[in-house]
Each structure stands twice: as structure tokens, then as C-alpha cells.
């Protein structure tokens, strides 16, 4: 019989690293998310963040808005109910994609939104993130 190989003896203390410490790049928000930004700080308790490695705004920590990595297309929290009627009064501002689906989310291209209806649009980005942050907080008590 030929002889074993000798195994690698395990470091004492080695782990891989965890994906906390991975960092994903952050890239600049383009100009026109700063209109979208100046609304949202409008209201209580917004601030900016970050959301796979693209510009963020949350309120209270929980994610409302985000910027997809194409620039142009935000994410914006809406209960799966209500996305069909957004849908259905303005496809070519907001659409789906499969990965929403199944999550409370609707998409919404930049270069379309009506300026006049952008305050409408993030206010119920808004208000959609802070009901669900009080439905998790009862359900905490």
C-alpha cells in the first residue's frame, strides 16, 4: 500500500472570512437621485444609507428607497396589492421584474416619473416602510 499523504494541519484560530467583512464598492448617486433625496428628507426620520453597494435612503433603518445599479431605476416599497394599480396608471414609469415578485416592492425608472407626482411617489415609499416597521413592532410586544 502506498503511504498516506500527510493532511494540512488546520491553523488554530483560521476561520474564512465572514461576509460582514467583505465591503461592497459604493458608487456616486447620479444627479437626479438628489431630487428624490431632497423630497425624502423632507420627512421624519430619513436618512441615507446604502443597499447593494447603490444610494439608499431609509427611515428609521428600514430600507423605503433605493437606486438599482443602472442609475435610473428606483426601488421603492409598496405592498404587492397595490403594485398592479401603479402598473396599470403608468407602465412606463412602473414596472416589475420576477425577483420582486414575491416581495413589497415596485420598480420605477427616474427618467419617467412626472416631477409634479415624484413627492407622491417617495411619500408612499415612505409611509409604506414605516407601516411595516409598525406592524413588526407590535408583533415584537
Request: with cysteine; aromatic share 6%; hydrophobic share 40%.
Amino acid at each position: 500500500m502506498p503511504p498516506r499523504k500527510a493532511r494540512p494541519k488546520a491553523r488554530s484560530g483560521a476561520t474564512k472570512p465572514s461576509s460582514a467583512a467583505r465591503t461592497i464598492p459604493v458608487s456616486p448617486a447620479p444627479p437626479a437621485f438628489d431630487a428624490v433625496r431632497r423630497v425624502a428628507h423632507t420627512l421624519d426620520g430619513v436618512e441615507d444609507g446604502t443597499s447593494y453597494g447603490t444610494a439608499a435612503l431609509k427611515v428609521r433603518g428600514d430600507l423605503f428607497i433605493r437606486l438599482r445599479e443602472d442609475e435610473d431605476t428606483l426601488v421603492l416599497r409598496c405592498p404587492i396589492d397595490q403594485r398592479e394599480a401603479l402598473i396599470a396608471e403608468d407602465p412606463d414609469t412602473f414596472f416589475l421584474t420576477d425577483h420582486y415578485l414575491n416581495y413589497p416592492w415596485v420598480l420605477a425608472r427616474m427618467s419617467s416619473i412626472n416631477p409634479a407626482n415624484l413627492r407622491d411617489i417617495v411619500t408612499m415609499a415612505y409611509r409604506n416602510a414605516a407601516l411595516a416597521k409598525g406592524q413588526k413592532s407590535k408583533m415584537k410586544a
